[in-house]
């Protein structure tokens, strides 16, 4: 089945220590994205990636990184997480097709819900 | 700055009665527009997308949607509702050949039986 796989679903963590939010994909896609949920205020993206080793910021990248060492892989890091990174993330990814942008066709991953004490 | 306005936060319709869900955006070139849903509990699944072309752009689950470049809208619409349509709603601009996105907000709908 295709799919975009997150983990941990669900964590609680507290101020300062270091998580990484694994994603996953299995249809061979070159474009892979970031995205928090917050009430009220919709997606924010955070990171996308256009292929391997090729990272960029969305609008919201202050206290988190990403890496795209693989194809399929696109883990999100906050290396010293804040109460206000409690938000539920969600991981897109979509081939590269024309025309292409950054909304294009994305299978989205289930969500991974993180709360920050 | 590219921006996307979903002017409705919440909307109840009852079902089998038609709906309208509003989303105007700013862009500056011709904008690749598209609307998300998301049932409670899940990622957000593609409705519908407009690149160019016929303005009137339908999409699964009966939905369709119209661009007007006049009001820079891009609204949604089913004529009939179903129950299972009750989920929250985003429309999201792509910006043209880059990887960054814009969604709204969203609008939640809830379908009165």
């Known amino acids: 089945e295709a799919q975009v796989t997150q983990n941990p679903r669900y964590l609680i963590t507290v101020t300062g220590k270091k998580l990484t939010v694994t994603c996953s994909q299995n249809m061979n896609h070159e474009y892979m994205s970031w995205y928090r949920q917050d009430p009220g205020l919709g997606l924010r993206q955070i990171y996308y990636?256009?292929?391997?080793?090729?990272?960029d910021k969305g609008d919201v990248p202050e206290g988190y990184k990403v890496s795209r060492k693989e194809k399929r892989n696109f883990p999100l890091i906050l290396e010293s997480p804040s109460p206000n990174q409690t938000s539920l993330y969600f991981c897109?990814?979509?081939?590269?097709?024309?025309?292409?942008?950054?909304?294009?066709?994305?299978?989205f991953g289930a969500g991974s819900r993180l709360t920050v004490l | 700055a590219q921006s996307v306005t979903q002017p409705d936060i919440h909307i109840t319709v009852s079902e089998g009665a038609s709906l309208e869900l509003r989303c105007n955006y700013s862009?500056?070139?011709?904008?690749?527009l598209f609307w998300y849903v998301q049932s409670p509990g899940q990622g957000l699944q593609l409705l519908l997308k407009?690149?160019?072309?016929?303005?009137l752009v339908q999409g699964i689950k009966g939905f369709e949607a119209e661009f007007k470049r006049s009001q820079s809208s891009f609204n949604l619409r089913k004529p009939s509702v179903h129950w299972s349509d009750a989920a929250e709603y985003f429309c999201a601009v792509g910006h043209t050949n880059a990887g960054k996105s814009t969604f709204g907000d969203g609008t939640t709908l809830t379908v009165k039986p």
């Open positions: 407009y690149f160019s072309g016929d303005t």
């Open positions: 990636s256009m292929n391997v080793e090729v990272t």
């Open positions: 897109a990814s979509s081939p590269l097709e024309e025309p292409f942008s950054g909304a294009n066709v994305l299978t």
């Open positions: 862009y500056g070139a011709t904008p690749y």
